[in-house]
RNA sequence: GGCCCCAUCGUCUAUCGGCUAGGACACGAGCUUUUCAUGCUUGGUAGAGGAGUUCGACUCUCCUUGGGGCUGCCA
């Protein structure tokens, strides 16, 4: 019994498509689950797109995702001579033979033809699919060598697993049929044929393949939009899989520990950005307190504002942590902690601020915070403070004016919590401000 | 056109012949609440259609319909 071996193949074209990543995530929770090796091999045939930069990029994807790999990195066009040696070899046994054929746009030349079996059924049992059959006579022999004289995707592909000795391949619906022309190429080769598992595609709301017209279709897109990569990994393995019971948000561990590829789903799954939202919103608030209090850090550090001296970051994390879907909302969303110079939501001060009596009562806070000492200055004793003035009633009138006229915005912490934050002095300057501008 | 595949709430899905068809997202209502959230409670919405097998079918078979894939000197 020898190891599984699996391997992702994309060819680095600068981007990385959900779907691709998604058929990258199932190989590495196969290879994990069952002690495998998780292999990368780019297929960099194309030179036209395969920049080191492309390359590069798709490094980058694994790693922000998590996905590493075993062993070296397997570049295609390294493999090229024996990509050709292996086809006189076709051609010496009769299985492959020589052209001259005119392709579509008109270009005429010799290429390498693949002769497929006449009769017969080719087969397989798909471990997502179940059994694959079709009448050999229903496939055509196809090209393996162009009249440049480079090798085809199909006999590289073949050549490489073989190379590779990987004995799964776990790749996109798409592939169907070339696997029936594959297998004709394993065996021509006397190779093993590897056992395959076709993952279906993910769909728009059309149903049709979700590309760029449909929103953010890269990974790097999901990244730049402030999406973490565990909320994207989490989501992705659930289009088309599940634990089998209703366990949602998994760990990493959970994932390994429970994935199966033979319950991976046939049926193409819809792409659904609100529920990857909600996934977000769950990861950022599993994070670790000083994670997410480090985030905040840096966030407002590298937006150019500076946290004061003896301000009580680890209680505006804790203010902030379940109200925060995306990381990369902050630091627009506390700004106004930091600067003075803050967004104001004009919808806010039209619905708060510009109302009968709000000017007064905003000058009337000014007189009232103006008295309390220093050291009551937290967010118990102003709570206090204002529920008496409410006299029973509720606090609506005082709280909403108060908040959009300190933070200019109508959601965020609890006020109260809010004002201790933001310290007596700039608290009773805002007010005043506001309400000299009504 | 030919070949292949698929079909449960709007979406992702559970169900491996016994179902008052369960969960999650989204949506509605309520509670908690100073805002926004969170949390909790709660509501509605599903088995494409038709035959057959069976005591019994969402589950098995066939047909129809609908959707998708492939049909390159792309991968």
């Known amino acids: 019994m020898s190891e599984i071996r699996v391997r992702f ?88 033979y020589r052209e001259e054929r005119t392709s579509r746009d008109g270009k005429t030349g010799v290429v390498t033809m693949f002769r497929m079996p006449k009769e017969g059924i080719i087969e397989f049992d798909d471990i997502v699919k179940g059994r694959m059959a079709k009448k050999a006579e229903d496939v055509q022999d196809f090209a393996i060598v162009r009249s440049d004289g480079s090798p085809i995707f199909h006999i590289a592909n073949v050549v490489d697993d073989i190379d590779q000795r990987v004995t799964h391949i776990i790749r996109g619906d798409d592939h169907v049929e070339n696997t029936f022309k594959h297998i004709c190429i394993f065996r021509a080769l006397g ?72 319950k991976v789903h046939v049926t193409a799954a819809r792409f659904d950005i609100k529920k990857l939202q909600w996934m977000n919103g769950e990861y950022v608030k599993r994070m670790p307190r000083d994670v997410f209090e480090a985030e905040l850090r840096r966030r407002v550090a590298s937006a150019g504002l500076s946290i004061p001296q003896g301000f009580d970051v680890a209680f505006l994390a804790d203010q902030m942590q379940v109200r925060t879907k995306f990381l990369s909302d902050m630091p627009d969303s506390i700004a106004y902690f930091f600067t003075d110079d803050y967004a104001i939501d004009e919808k806010a001060v039209e619905k708060r601020l510009r109302k009968p009596g709000v000017k007064e009562t905003l000058e009337d806070m000014v007189r009232r915070f103006s008295a309390v000492a220093p050291s009551d200055w937290t967010a118990q004793f102003l709570e206090a403070l204002v529920k008496e003035l409410s006299q029973g009633g509720g606090m609506g009138p005082w709280v909403h004016p108060i908040r959009v006229a300190v933070s200019g915005r109508m959601e965020g912490p609890g006020l109260f919590e809010m004002l201790q934050l933001l310290g007596k002095a700039t608290t009773i300057a805002r007010l005043q401000k506001t309400a000299a501008g009504l």
């Open 9 to 96: 193949a994309p060819s680095p074209t600068g981007k990385v498509h959900i779907g691709n990543i998604r058929a990258a995530i199932y190989n590495w929770l196969f290879a994990r689950h069952t002690g495998g090796k998780f292999l990368l091999r780019v297929e960099d045939t194309d030179i036209e797109r395969s920049t080191p930069e492309a390359i590069k990029a798709l490094f980058e994807c694994m790693e922000w995702l998590g996905l590493d790999y075993d062993e070296e990195v397997f570049y295609q066009t390294k493999n090229v001579k024996r990509h050709l040696e292996v086809v006189e070899q076709l051609i010496a046994s009769g299985h492959a």
């Open 191 to 262: 190779a093993q044929v590897p056992k395959y598992g076709h993952l279906s595609m993910i769909v728009n709301q059309q149903g049709k393949p979700y590309s760029k017209r449909d929103g953010a279709a890269f990974v790097g897109e999901f990244r730049e939009q402030g999406y973490l990569p565990e909320a994207l990994f989490n989501y992705l393995l659930l289009l088309g899989w599940n634990p089998g019971d209703d366990r949602e948000v998994l760990t990493r561990d959970e994932m390994v520990r429970l994935f199966e590829l033979e």
